[in-house]
């Protein structure tokens, strides 16, 4: 039996994503579609007993917790840095150079061991992004108060999450790099005894089923 549902939301699309750049640490604020994805999402979870949304601080997050606090205003609302994207270092402000692999795949994985060389050296240590969204994580779940939360972040702490989350069954894949959908929503159940298992990841029914009315 599941006492408790936590709610995992990516992002709307932002600026920066329609023109194939880089985010990590920088900011880019989300755009027209974006900010619909976000209604979508927020009206998807309007109905689901939310009582506490966390959302990372950084401002393409905070922009889609919002559309959502304004659909369940009662809810408490909280920031935690350890949710914010993970920081990609010369990366950031680029063009985002796994698009390439579609259109020169023999450039990619010629190029890409070099990339990701430089961009240990000059972005976060994957060590020290696992333990600020795993102490992140572990807050969250140690709010003892009731309903359900929603917790909007983004991709590689959606990932991160993902891979080191139960899983309920063998429809949820957990992989180490999963194509995280923006504004996607994935569930989280918390059963009786305090545990954590994953029980939906990514799914974005709520955008494809209102999909033919973006932009009327």
Known sequence: MYIKTIYLIRHGTTEWMEQGLTHGALNSPLSAFGEWE????????????????FSSPQGRAMQTAGFIAKKIPNAKFTQLDGLREMGFGFREGKKNFYSKKATSPFLFYITIPFFHIIMQLT???????RKRVMDAWQFILAQDEPGNFAVVSHSAVLNMLAHTLSASNNDVKKRKRNIVGTCSISKVKIDEQGQPILTQFNSVSHLNKNKDNYGH
């Open 38 to 53: 976000a209604q979508q999402a927020a009206e998807a979870l309007k109905d689901c007993g939310i009582t506490h949304i």
């Open 123 to 129: 972005g976060e240590k994957g060590k020290d992004m």
